[in-house]
């Protein structure tokens, strides 16, 4: 499913977000940057060791990364130049500021993406998994990021990479209060 936005291709799969042909793919990253499970381990894994020394030398340097904050490194073995690591916040409920650190995530993503010259970005669905954080605001608060974020007409196309069809029929869902009189419509599903 695809919609241009203000000359933006916004596009939702279901795909291996480490195969997408985009200029950087973000990286639902733990605050250590040491790999995991889910998104990140499959990230390292696939990009190989050189994202993992490059992790390393930014913890040296600045210690663990906060919740809502992003870094770069490059792609290492992935098709995509850059790896922007973002720290999602963990679900407590609701009421320890969990909506806007994950906004924050997006948003410092994207402006890390453009500041390194992307004209493409994935993202998988961040906080959602291990993290606990509800499908649904999550998908809301990802999508409001992404239509909000000011220098959006410096992307060509945002892809959200889901790891589920159950994940991507909400996002369908939840696009229509997010843009409103603008309809998705089935793409191609290749990226670039």
Request: glycine share 14%; proline share 6%; net charge neutral.
């Amino acid at each position: 499913m695809q919609a241009r936005v203000n000359g933006t291709l916004i596009r939702l799969t279901v795909n291996d977000i480490t195969g997408c042909r985009v200029d950087a793919i973000v990286n639902a990253a733990n605050s250590g940057l040491m790999g995991g499970g889910g998104v990140d381990g499959a990230i390292h894994r696939a990009g190989g060791p050189s994202i993992l020394a490059e992790c390393r030398r930014i913890v040296a340097k600045s210690g663990s990364l906060p919740a809502g904050q992003a870094v770069v490194t490059g792609g290492g073995n992935l098709p995509a130049r850059w790896v922007v690591h973002t720290v999602g916040p963990v679900w407590h409920g609701g009421g320890r500021g969990e909506d806007e650190l994950l906004r924050d995530a997006y948003l410092n993503s994207l402006r890390l993406a453009v500041d390194h010259g992307a004209r493409s970005v994935a993202f998988p669905s961040i906080s959602t998994g291990a993290y606990r954080f509800p499908l649904e605001p999550a998908s809301g608060i990802a999508l409001a990021a992404v239509r909000d974020f000011p220098a959006l007409d410096a992307l060509d196309e945002v892809v959200f990479v889901l790891f589920h069809p159950g994940d991507l029929d909400v996002y369908r869902q939840t696009w229509p209060g997010v843009f409103p009189g603008v309809e998705l419509v089935p793409g191609t599903g290749k990226t670039r």
